[in-house]
């Protein structure tokens, strides 16, 4: 079965910095494509992130993420990192990873509609 465990969650002030880790278990990273999602307060889920393909592959971001947030894979380790710089308070919120073998092909990777297998989720607070 699909397992994946989202950890790095965090309080940091404005500006600061942190490194979200998705451990994935009983499959191959090679034939998933791996998305980050955020859910703030009250808010729905959206799509932040993903990485598909092998490789150096495909990554996606939101126009919210991009050029703040990067997304990696160490495939020696089964994990997709989702380093967050440039924090600011709407970024406070629930950070899920989600796998999928759709989002490989989609047209629209961000979407949480292409991910059948979701981690837990891990917090990330941002305040001053």
């Known amino acids: 079965q699909v397992q994946l465990v989202e950890s790095g969650g965090g309080l940091v002030q404005p500006g600061e910095s942190l490194r979200l880790s998705c451990l994935a278990s009983k499959f191959d990273l090679d034939y998933y494509g791996i998305g980050w999602f955020h859910q703030a307060p009250g808010k729905e889920r959206e799509g932040v992130s993903c990485?598909?393909?092998?490789?150096?592959?495909?990554?996606y971001y939101s126009d919210s993420a991009r050029g703040r947030f990067t997304i990696s894979r160490d495939k020696s380790k089964n994990t997709v990192y989702l380093q967050l710089d440039g924090l600011k308070v709407e970024d406070t919120g629930i950070y899920y990873c989600?796998?999928?073998?759709?989002?490989?092909?989609?047209?629209?990777?961000?979407?949480?509609?292409?991910?059948?297998?979701w981690g837990q989720g891990t917090q990330v607070t941002v305040s001053s």
């Open positions: 989600a796998a999928g073998t759709k989002a490989r092909f989609s047209m629209r990777p961000l979407s949480e509609n292409e991910y059948d297998y």
């Open positions: 990485f598909v393909g092998s490789g150096d592959g495909r990554t």
